[in-house]
């Protein structure tokens, strides 16, 4: 049946519909040809040939030295994969496909504008690009091994090109996603002490050359408020000779790459080797507190796993056409773009600008014209693709064996087009759970040995055995519909180290609530919590519920609810800020802010205008409430805590709870009444929430 046919049905029974839904089976022609095919490999990675399993995967990569142990348990936690092995993550990614590969393409760029023509780069061209960039971060920036650089680049070649620039000097990395503003990059610059902070005067959005560079100015005023200085900003042209960005390029600090670059031509570094546990980047997410969180990837386990999960989840080979249509600046594009896809020799699509820039027929285009053949993406492209050109993909000649959905949870009706209509029910899809953290996919099915369920992600990935837990430890039942706490049981080669320079809180956030036994160095007293809700069928397959702390999952992008509320209270006249998510049809989930002004002050439309301005400036566009609510007071605990579930059940119309125990219950109305008939004069039209979207908005900040 196809989605035109059916009946419109009402949101909630829709989730209702959830729980009766059909496997679909993997056409035999993908299952022919799948790199996992053979039942066996789901035996090989039984937990009784844990953590030996993992060998598979860390033999996909060519290592100087062979590791002498597979897990170090010893210091919990901060579990220790390959022990003792070396290798270098550029060389695995590059140097190694020459011989048999040369002149394949690594990559294809694809700019925004359509009249540019796209990109092929070569291994070949790779290698040397990345030789001549590293040669010249460590002889004009003066990086060393274990030194931190940060990027603010966009999606250009020159991305992944510095990315294993510093993977082959031994060099940290840390991207931070190109439409971040320039103060959540100089937080992140000063937390990660670069002293070197590589930029790009500008780059195509939605047709638009965007000023990118002064943003850098922005980070570094961010970073030097916060006590540290960058030495050097090293500023891409996205037309070499020619300056796109208004912001003056400042004398001694600032250089253009282009310029630079003719002194390191040919140049050749030897790659560095590197032991298994050395980072190899930094990539910050949002948490509970204002402060992000850097989370650090080794070099050995990471790669060894984004190489296991890209050959058997993505089932990817060296000869085919592969596009993950997300940017680099989230963990996606760093395990799934960049170093997974490249380390099996692949060829990797990247893509410029909005996926619906000129119009909803781009992203089928591109697929035409390169004859991508694996797709992979988040459920806002694909909602928004489906909702201005549903009937695009029949109008181009492409052809998918394989289809993938990451970050959020998508719901079945759209699943079913994504499998229908955008991969004309030729392609095996995998929706593929997991998190920043992770380095790779935690939940997935094999998609030529276990059927596809619209909406739920399906088991643990192959040597990942995931638990759910209630707040007080104990096992929900399988099949049982009860929702609890997603943990993972074990260690796993693509765990993240640490937090960068915050150990303490990552054995809290992640390991200290359903830790039995401190003391022990047995990994099976202490899983890993994910800070997701989810429910397991019988089957085993997971349906993944979303966030239990207070992260809004906009578009497939964590932002903090403490972030967005600090920036609102950079505004002089706020007093408190509260954050909240509603839904939102195609990004998932929209921010609204509530904020209380300091006494005296009048509310003005201006004052409202300032909060949005300033989450703009602090931490980027995505973050742009949808409206910014003055009230009076806030709905508060007795101990003075907002409570967020109940402002934002009045933003989504929902039932707000009990609220009998505020200290000024009152107030709830006031605000209700406020919101709901100002939304409702905007056009607003509210419409009932699922059960599973009343459940998250009723946790929402459960915390408190
Ligand atoms: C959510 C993105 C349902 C989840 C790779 C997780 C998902 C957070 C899925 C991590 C999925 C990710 N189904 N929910 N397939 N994938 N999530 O760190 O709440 O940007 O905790 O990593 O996104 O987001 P992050």
């Not at 959005?205 to 030097?224: F, M, P, Y």
């Amino acid at each position: 049946m196809t989605t035109e046919q059916e009946p419109q049905v009402s949101e909630a029974q829709i989730a209702v519909h959830w729980r009766e839904e059909d496997y679909l089976q993997p056409p035999a022609k993908f299952i022919g040809q799948a790199n996992a095919a053979d039942p066996a490999i789901i035996e090989r990675f039984a937990e009784r040939s844990f953590p030996d399993c993992f060998k598979e995967y860390a033999d996909l990569l060519t290592w100087d030295s062979y590791w002498h142990t597979t897990l170090d348990t010893s210091e919990p936690p901060f579990w220790k994969w390959f022990v003792g092995g070396r290798l270098n993550a550029c060389y695995n990614c590059v140097d190694r496909h020459l011989s048999s590969r040369r002149n394949q393409a690594a990559f294809i760029w694809v700019p925004e504008p359509e009249a540019e023509e796209q990109q092929a780069i070569t291994y070949q061209e790779l290698y040397r690009r990345v030789n001549e960039f590293a040669a010249l971060l460590r002889d004009f920036g003066g990086v060393q091994v274990g030194d931190r650089v940060t990027f603010h680049l966009p999606m250009v070649p020159e991305l992944p090109v510095a990315m294993l620039a510093c993977a082959r000097l031994g060099v940290i990395h840390s991207e931070v996603f190109g439409g971040f503003s320039g103060a959540a990059c100089g937080g992140r610059v000063a937390d990660s002490g670069s002293h070197i902070l590589v930029t790009m005067d500008g780059y195509y959005r939605n047709g638009q050359l965007v000023d990118h560079k002064i943003k850098a100015d922005e980070a570094v005023a961010t970073a030097r408020e916060q006590g540290h200085e960058v030495d050097k900003v090293l500023v891409w042209r996205r037309h070499p000779g020619q300056y796109a960005s208004a912001s003056p390029m400042v004398d001694g600090r600032d250089f253009f790459v282009d310029e630079l670059l003719p002194d390191y031509r040919g140049a050749v570094v030897e790659p560095v080797s590197m032991p298994a546990e050395a980072p190899l980047f930094l990539m910050y997410t949002s948490g509970t507190t204002g402060r992000p969180k850097g989370c650090q990837h080794s070099t050995g386990g990471y790669l060894s796993y984004v190489a296991g999960t890209s050959k058997y989840y993505q089932d990817i080979h060296p000869d085919d056409t592969y596009w993950c249509c997300a940017d680099i600046g989230w963990i996606t594009g760093h395990s799934y773009i960049v170093y997974g896809p490249l380390a099996l020799g692949t060829t990797s699509v990247m893509y410029e600008g909005v996926p619906t820039y000129p119009d909803a027929g781009r992203v089928w285009r591109i697929c035409q014209r390169l004859g991508v053949n694996i797709f992979h993406t988040a459920p806002t492209t694909i909602r928004m693709l489906r909702k201005l050109g549903p009937d695009e993909p029949a109008r181009y000649d492409y052809h998918l064996k394989h289809m993938t959905t990451v970050g959020e949870p998508i719901e079945p009706e759209v699943w079913r087009w994504y499998h229908d209509v955008a991969g004309k029910g030729e392609a095996a899809i995998v929706d593929t759970w997991w998190q920043t953290e992770n380095g790779g996919f935690l939940g997935s099915t094999l998609p030529a040995l276990q059927p596809m369920k619209p909406g739920s992600c399906g088991p643990g990935v192959l040597g990942v055995y995931p638990v759910i837990y209630d707040e007080d430890g104990a096992t929900v039942e399988a099949g049982s519909g009860r929702a609890g706490n997603i943990c993972i049981r074990n260690p796993w080669p693509g765990i993240f180290q640490t937090i960068w320079g915050q150990p303490d809180r990552f054995v809290q956030l992640y390991y200290e609530k359903y830790c039995r036994d401190k003391n022990s160095t047995d990994w099976r007293d202490w899983p890993y919590f994910a800070g997701d809700g989810a429910v397991q069928a019988a089957d085993g397959y997971f349906r993944i519920l979303g966030r239990v702390d207070d992260v809004i999952n906009v578009a497939g992008h964590r932002l903090g609810t403490k972030e967005i509320e600090s920036a609102s209270l950079t505004v002089e006249e706020i007093a408190e800020a509260a954050a909240v998510p509603v839904m939102d049809e195609v990004r998932g989930r929209a921010v609204e802010v509530y904020v209380a002004l300091k006494p005296g002050l009048a509310p003005s439309e201006d004052v409202a205008n300032k909060v949005a301005l300033a989450i703009d400036r602090e931490i980027g566009k995505i973050a742009r409430p949808r409206h910014v609510w003055i009230v009076t007071d806030m709905p508060k605990t007795r101990s003075g805590k907002i409570m967020r579930r109940v402002i934002a059940g009045i933003s989504n119309f929902a039932d707000v709870g009990d609220v009998s125990t505020l200290a000024n219950p009152e107030i709830v109305e006031a605000i209700r009444h406020h919101v709901q008939s100002e939304k409702v004069a905007k056009g607003e039209v509210p419409r009932e929430l699922t059960a599973q979207e009343a459940e998250e908005i009723k946790a929402f900040g459960r915390a408190e």
